[in-house]
């Protein structure tokens, strides 16, 4: 018995064993395995250097943010708040530097000072206010989010270029957003291993109750972790920045969610008390795959997230399975607690694989083995009717040119959209399409596919110091110009308006808004009574002119920044709508042509979006094939009113 045992422990420590031990004991590390290999066999592009470097930038963010809420979740806390004190911190940063004139050094101090502010007062309100973890950190989600729009004015603002090397590459070839985060990983790994604080998670984790009665400081303990949680934040905010080259208030929305997913599929619990950095680090890695791989894939944009959530959910679940058949196994001996996690390890590896495989075969969008060219469109959003019509424009005229035309959705995220460009550099695609969230902050993607020999054509939004082969456009300030003229026209140059903005930060939003004021200087007779913004979206267009009409029942007019504000407007003003009150919209979507020839809206400035779509990827194919293409493609917009919808084909 004896001799069978130390065999056993022989053959344990070997090589081979430490590993199969390694994998079975680390559920989330066999997925990445597995994930890795079979979209290594679904497309050739995956595992190539430039790709993989490509995923560990991608994951970069991600993982910054989820050390700090590694901390927090092992005290048994939660923050949702780092996305959003990611961007003010960055914000702070930006704006003292490059509109204050404070020393970069001093600068990048006050950036991250701006962390550890706003997780101070985290682990204030809840240590000491008594507010649940989920509330206070909720609030400081709004509040940082609303402080870095009033900083910025809702617009980016320019990173210092010494700071924006954080952006950069050492050596042409390895990027330092990777190396901030092994740097930030050791830092967290040795806070948890080897420090008193570290120790104080664990235990407030595990048992918040004795961990007071054996003396522990829980408060004093809480407000450091909140506060470390804040400093991984700013950090992850500036290599964020820095990659984009410019602060953007709206940047990090919704990356919370991603830091808590990536360090509860690294093997942390939400109840607290067990997680590691280096767990955590595997789970950024994970989403980091997953998107890169779907994208390579061609998977469709809508079902992207689809699949992702469905396999988090399953890892996380099947490891959750693993551990307990290992841990109700124990009773059976070491061979029962072997063969039960083995089993589950085998279950999930095999769940991932079919997910995977599956995911490509059913949802597969191009062909990889076709001959024909490849492009890839990254659109900003496709949770608006505009920027469908410019999808459909494109695939229609890519079908009929013979082109795989790969479309991806940025979600008016601008780091993600940078991601998605960074995946067809890599993936050596004849031309890129791209219709910017930012124009600033997609410069250094572009920069990336003309060192690539990538011809690159943008779409309905310019992209600011990068050379593109061809701007098709429509032009938003003369566009909102017309919008200013119209509703001036149709009121007889006297009346009061408001006027419903887009999405701040965004350079559509900011370049109709001009419009609309130079518009509106000819007609002093016209006075503007507030001016709200919506986000482009048809429900908040309704809340917000609910709430204005409260406070100026009197209006006679509105300009919206697109059609869905101007359809929410219209329902919340009911009856009002096309005759006591004027609706001006923009974009000329169907939805808002109908409200046009219906008389609820009085005009729209149409764009043609199908024709931006079309005339894109007839100039991209030009430029794959060396042929010359014209620098602008300008495609006329005009004002749609009831008298002319019917011949207005878009």
């Given at each position: ?37 079979a979209l290594s066999a679904l497309s050739g592009d995956f595992l190539t250097t430039d ?600």
């Open positions: 018995m004896a001799t069978d045992t130390l065999k056993s422990r022989a053959s344990a420590t070997g090589a081979p064993g430490g590993l199969r031990r390694l994998l079975l004991d680390n559920g989330a590390l066999t997925a990445l395995i597995v994930l890795v290999i790709n993989l470097l490509n995923i560990g930038v991608q994951a970069a963010v991600t993982a910054i943010l989820a050390f700090g809420v590694t901390f927090v979740i092992v005290s048994a806390g939660i923050d949702l708040s780092v996305g959003s004190v990611a961007a003010l911190s960055a914000t702070v940063l930006a704006w003292s530097a490059t509109q204050h004139g404070v020393p970069v050094a001093v600068a990048v101090l006050l950036g991250l000072g701006t962390g550890v502010v706003a997780g101070l007062v985290n682990g204030f309100l809840i240590a000491y206010g008594k507010l649940p973890p989920f509330i206070a950190t909720l609030a400081m989600l709004s509040v940082g989010r609303g402080l870095a729009l009033v900083i910025s004015q809702g617009s980016p603002i320019a990173f210092p270029t010494s700071v924006s090397h954080l952006g950069d590459t050492l050596g042409g070839w390895l990027p330092v957003p990777v190396l901030v985060m092994v740097v930030m990983g050791l830092a967290a790994a040795l806070v948890l291993g080897r420090t008193y604080i570290g120790r104080s998670m664990y235990a407030i984790g595990g048992n918040e109750e004795a961990a007071r009665l054996s003396g522990l400081r829980v408060p004093k303990q809480k407000l450091a972790i909140y506060a470390l949680s804040g400093v991984f934040a700013a950090v992850a905010g500036v290599v964020l920045a820095s990659r984009l080259s410019s602060a953007q208030p709206q940047a990090a929305d919704g990356y919370e969610l991603d830091a808590i997913a990536a360090v509860v599929i690294g093997g942390a619990s939400l109840a607290g008390g067990t997680g590691k950095a280096s767990g955590t680090l595997i789970g950024a890695l994970i989403l980091a795959v997953l998107r890169n791989g779907l994208n390579l894939l061609s998977v469709s944009a809508f079902w992207q997230q689809v699949v992702i959530g469905v396999v988090i959910a399953l890892a996380v679940l099947l490891d959750t399975v693993r551990r307990k058949a290992g841990a109700t196994s124990v009773a059976t001996g070491p061979g029962g607690a072997g063969k039960g996690k083995q089993a589950a390890t085998y279950a999930l590896a095999a769940v991932v694989t079919v997910a995977i495989v599956g995911a490509a075969s059913f949802l597969h969008g191009g062909s990889s083995s076709s001959t024909n060219p490849r492009m890839g469109l990254s659109l900003s959003t496709l949770n608006n009717p505009f920027f469908v019509q410019i999808r459909a424009g494109a695939q229609a005229e890519a079908r009929k040119l013979g082109v795989d035309l790969t479309v991806t959705d940025a979600q008016n995220d601008a780091s993600q959209q940078a991601n998605q460009l960074q995946n067809f550099t890599s993936s050596s695609l004849g031309a890129i399409i791209v219709n910017p969230v930012d124009s600033d902050a997609a410069s250094n993607s572009v920069k990336a596919a003309d060192q690539a020999k990538i011809p690159v054509i943008a779409v309905d939004r310019g992209v600011n110091k990068a050379d593109v082969d061809a701007l098709v456009a429509s032009d938003n300030v003369a566009g909102g110009e017309l919008a200013a003229r119209t509703i001036a026209g149709k009121l007889g140059g006297k009346g009061k308006i408001v006027i419903l903005q887009g999405q701040a930060g965004t350079s559509a939003a900011r370049e109709r808004a001009q419009g609309f004021a130079n518009g509106l200087k000819a007609y002093p007779g016209i006075q503007v009574l507030a001016q709200q913004p919506a986000d482009f979206d048809r429900t908040k267009g309704l809340d917000v002119m609910s709430n204005l009409l409260q406070a100026h029942p009197d209006v006679q007019g509105v300009i919206a920044a697109n059609d869905e504000m101007a359809l929410g407007a219209a329902k919340a003003l009911g009856s009002k709508a096309g005759k006591s009150v004027q609706v001006v919209g923009f974009d000329g979507t169907p939805d808002g042509l109908t409200a046009v020839k219906n008389g609820t809206l009085y005009a729209s400035v149409a764009q043609q979006p199908t024709q931006l779509g079309r005339i894109a990827v007839d100039n991209a194919l030009r430029a794959v094939q060396g042929k010359k293409v014209e620098p602008t493609v300008k495609v006329p917009v005009k004002v749609v009113t009831k008298d002319d919808v019917a011949g207005f084909s878009g």
